[in-house]
């Protein structure tokens, strides 16, 4: 029997041949990222443009997470049925086309409609990217590669922010048409490159007993990589056993098989995490430009505060694959210091207190990505994730039905419901089953 991951870690190693398809992985995130803070900025713009009313403003400023929370949902069966490739380019056209129809927008019924769709590209593309990036490299670049890739969406968010500089006048009036659309160009790349140089997981295809597709995709990993042999007779047979013995009795791509005995703890509470995480980011990038815009202050206060994920790439890397810290731990304290940082805020709307809040949040959201990825098998792992994520814009779809009102009471009210948030997250984190550190995939939840 010879496990796949003992392959990737003995004979394909990482190279040329997954770089492509690394690449335009990464842009998705990068894509992400910008699309979520740009979804921000529109709520204070369109309200002075249209002179929305305050329930008004909480539905546009919820249906995008409402369209991300249908994306994900179905994001997950469609990937681990009919493969990580087809989803990845449908997600990306889609995505390109809902930014460029912003351009057609005419009222307040065209623009929820299109920011619907909007969300939902957004939730289809998101569980994608970490399920093929950890099916196509090595056990030894999985934990930090991910992490790596989820910092993309970080550089999504500061490109936002130039988009805005370039577009948009202020917080409350600008070109937000020319921006959405400009911001269409990263996926129209995804898109383009994934056509012409990706290929699909070997994994996904071995997992589903298409052998001879998986086998063509492994051999040519190994010639860019090493120039090496192709398989071995004796390699396809143990790649077979190995496929039978893991696969043969698991229950595919349902969202009943992530509640069985098996996944139910770690479903439940990563998912409860999700959903704590999103509530406090989605809380605090949708109240932020109203913040921002009542003192005046410049798309810098904004960009001061996304700067705070900057260096949660360098922490991340050092915890987690580092025993006594992992997953878990890692998660935990993340939460503690998101919600001692909201409490601080609440208590003084200082930019620096927000970037340090950012900065845990961020981290937290690192540590979800591998975490989530890593506890569920090849044949449920994109709904696993897809459905974790999906609980989170749950968290980001109520949020503006209770931030808004909150922030006619004070921006107080509203931070501290983003450290309450926190506490609950560090008590989720804390009762998932177990780390996934030093595991393989397909052996975390045995």
């Known amino acids: 029997?010879?496990?796949?991951?003992?392959?990737?870690?003995?004979?394909?190693?990482?190279?040329?041949?997954?770089?492509?398809?690394?690449?335009?992985?990464?842009?998705?995130?990068?894509?992400?990222?910008?699309?979520?803070?740009?979804?921000?900025?529109l709520n204070p713009i369109i309200k002075q443009e249209w002179q929305l009313t305050s329930s008004q403003v909480q539905t546009v400023a919820s249906v995008f997470y409402l369209g991300v929370l249908c994306g994900a949902v179905i994001t997950g069966k469609l990937s681990d049925n009919h493969g990580r490739k087809p989803m990845i380019l449908i997600g990306s056209f889609m995505q390109f086309a809902a930014c460029c129809l912003f351009a057609f927008v005419r009222g307040y019924a065209s623009f929820m409609l299109v920011r619907f769709l909007y969300g939902f590209t957004f939730g289809l593309t998101i569980a994608l990217t970490t399920s093929m990036f950890s099916e196509i490299v090595p056990t030894s670049y999985r934990g930090k590669g991910l992490l790596l890739l989820n910092f993309f969406v970080s550089i999504g968010k500061v490109f936002s922010v130039?988009?805005?500089?370039?577009?948009?006048?202020?917080?409350?009036?600008?070109?937000?048409?020319?921006?959405?659309?400009?911001?269409?160009?990263?996926?129209?790349?995804?898109?383009?490159?994934?056509?012409?140089?990706?290929?699909?997981?070997?994994r996904f295809q071995l997992a589903r007993g298409l052998y001879q597709q998986s086998f063509l995709t492994l051999n040519h990993f190994i010639k860019n990589n090493n120039d090496g042999s192709c398989l071995t007779d004796?390699?396809?047979?143990?790649?077979?056993?190995?496929?039978?013995?893991?696969?043969?009795?698991?229950?595919?791509?349902?969202?009943?098989?992530?509640?069985?005995?098996?996944?139910?703890?770690?479903?439940?509470?990563?998912?409860?995490?999700?959903?704590?995480?999103?509530?406090?980011d989605g809380g605090q990038l949708t109240i932020l430009p109203y913040v921002f815009g009542k003192t005046e202050q410049t798309f810098t206060s904004y960009v001061l505060t996304l700067l705070g994920e900057a260096p949660t790439i360098l922490v991340s890397l050092a915890l987690i694959d580092r025993q006594g810290f992992g997953r878990k731990r890692s998660l935990t304290m993340f939460f503690g210091g998101a919600a001692v940082m909201h409490f601080l805020f609440s208590l003084k709307q200082a930019a620096l207190l927000s970037s340090v809040a950012r900065t845990f949040m961020k981290l937290c959201f690192q540590m979800l990505y591998a975490f989530t990825t890593e506890s569920y098998g090849t044949l449920n792992r994109t709904?696993?994730?897809?459905?974790?994520?999906?609980?989170?814009?749950?968290?980001?779809?109520?949020?503006?039905?209770?931030?808004?009102?909150?922030?006619?009471?004070?921006t107080t009210v509203v931070f501290v419901s983003l450290a309450i948030?926190?506490?609950?997250?560090?008590?989720?984190?804390?009762?998932?089953?177990?780390?996934?550190?030093?595991?393989?995939?397909?052996?975390?939840n045995e």
């Open 1 to 41: 029997m010879l496990p796949i991951d003992e392959l990737f870690d003995k004979r394909i190693g990482l190279g040329r041949a997954q770089y492509p398809t690394i690449l335009c992985l990464f842009l998705m995130d990068m894509s992400d990222g910008a699309q979520l803070v740009l979804s921000s900025f």
């Open 162 to 202: 130039i988009l805005a500089y370039m577009y948009l006048d202020n917080f409350n009036q600008g070109n937000w048409k020319g921006m959405m659309v400009a911001s269409s160009f990263l996926s129209l790349m995804v898109f383009a490159g994934g056509c012409f140089f990706m290929y699909e997981s070997p």
């Open 421 to 444: 948030a926190g506490v609950l997250g560090m008590v989720c984190s804390c009762l998932v089953p177990r780390d996934t550190l030093g595991t393989t995939l397909d052996t975390a």
């Open 234 to 280: 004796e390699e396809k047979e143990g790649l077979v056993r190995w496929q039978q013995c893991t696969f043969q009795h698991v229950e595919v791509a349902s969202i009943s098989s992530i509640f069985q005995k098996q996944y139910l703890r770690t479903t439940l509470f990563l998912g409860g995490s999700w959903f704590m995480v999103n509530y406090m």
């Open 383 to 410: 709904i696993g994730f897809g459905f974790c994520s999906a609980m989170g814009n749950v968290g980001a779809t109520v949020m503006p039905f209770l931030v808004f009102p909150m922030l006619e009471v004070g």
